[in-house]
Each structure stands twice: as C-alpha cells, then as structure tokens.
C-alpha cells in the first residue's frame, strides 16, 4: 500500500486510484485512501461514495466518518457536525484522531456560528472568512475571501 501513498504525495492521483483499484477487495483502509485520493483529484461524488463503502465495511472505522465530516465543511456544513461527533463516538480511545476531530468539531461549530449570525442579522460579509464559501455562494450571499482545502485522514 505505500505505493500509493508515493503516487498520492507526488501528486499523481490518477496513478493512485489506479493502484488503490488494482489491490482493492474488502479493505475499508483501500476504500478510505480511494476517497481522500478521489477528493484530491476533484472528484467529490466518488470521494464520497468511496467513504461510505469504508463504513459499510467496518461500521466502527472512525477515519472515512471523519473524513466525510471534513468534506462536508466544503459542501455541506449543515451536516459535517454530525459526522465528526460519530467519528468520536466510533474511537474515544485514539488520541489523534480524537484530538483531530475535536479541532476540526470546532472550527465547523465557529463557522455555524458565523452563517447563523450572517444570516441572522444580515451584517456585512466583507470579513467573513468562512471555510464554507461554496455554500455560502449557493445561499445567494456573496463573500470575498479565500477558500480552504480540506485535510483528510488515514490510519
């Protein structure tokens, strides 16, 4: 497997999800790392179809649960904090990812915060720094600013 890790650090995902393909049974590490290689090659469906099929593999791996919480902050942050408060249900135990969790857990709740109080009060979003701007932009509100890429894990 580290193979494809090589071909994910050098930036060539299409070489990884192919590789990840040719050596893929029912590994929900394979189906994890398929995801994270499928999102950073912009392909945000599949990344997703590939984390669910992690869980249903292995109900009890936390990391694609995590992982789909972290690519929710992009698309959907509505439902991000649900996925990061499974993930930490799943492994209460593991001190990384617990600790990775609960910091990507309060960045999703600051930027809640942030919409709510946007949409609540309508105030100017000239400094809104929010890492959900594609959201945002499909509420209709316009926002200046830089957009963030999401980190995702593996074990």
Partial sequence: MSLGYLYDSSGSFKSTIQYYKSVLKTDPDIWNNLGISYYNDGQIKNSISYFHKAIQLNL??????????????????????????????????????LGETYTDLSICDYHLSEWNTVKENKKDQSNLTSIFLEELFEKGIKVEGEDYRCFFKSN
């Fill in 60 to 97: 009890t791996f936390a990391y694609p649960v995590n992982n789909l919480g972290l690519l929710y902050t992009k698309r959907r942050f509505f439902e991000c904090k649900k996925y990061f408060l499974r993930s930490i249900g799943l492994k209460p135990s593991e001190p990384f990812l």
